[in-house]
């Protein structure tokens, strides 16, 4: 799959792209646990998306590195569509 064939609702995502750049992280408590996400910018030759990062991913991914991501899914966050791994998908730093 590639990035433009990315919109919002779409599950079961498989996709490899390079991140551009990732965000600071935020930390914040969810049901007495603390949790952290981040946003980062990913890309291949068909254009760029924003990924979700979630707890330990934000610290594995890095600006310049290949991710890949298997059973992602594509929500809806203030006005944007995002990409993110989920409690069902995985991502994975590609060599």
């Known amino acids: 799959m590639k990035i433009r064939d990315l919109k919002i609702g779409l599950g079961k995502v498989n996709i490899k792209a390079k991140v551009v750049k990732v965000e600071e992280e935020k930390v914040f408590v969810r049901d007495n646990k603390e949790c952290k996400v981040a946003?980062?910018?990913i890309?291949?030759?068909?254009?760029e998306f924003i990924l979700t990062l979630w707890n330990e991913e934000v610290s594995k991914v890095k600006a310049g590195i290949k991710i890949k991501i298997e059973n992602g899914y594509?929500?809806?966050?203030?006005?944007?569509?995002?990409?993110?791994?989920?409690?069902?998908g995985k991502l994975e730093i590609v060599k």
């Open 39 to 41: 946003n980062a910018v």
């Open 43 to 47: 890309r291949d030759n068909t254009g």
């Open 74 to 88: 594509v929500n809806e966050f203030q006005g944007e569509p995002r990409l993110s791994a989920g409690k069902f």
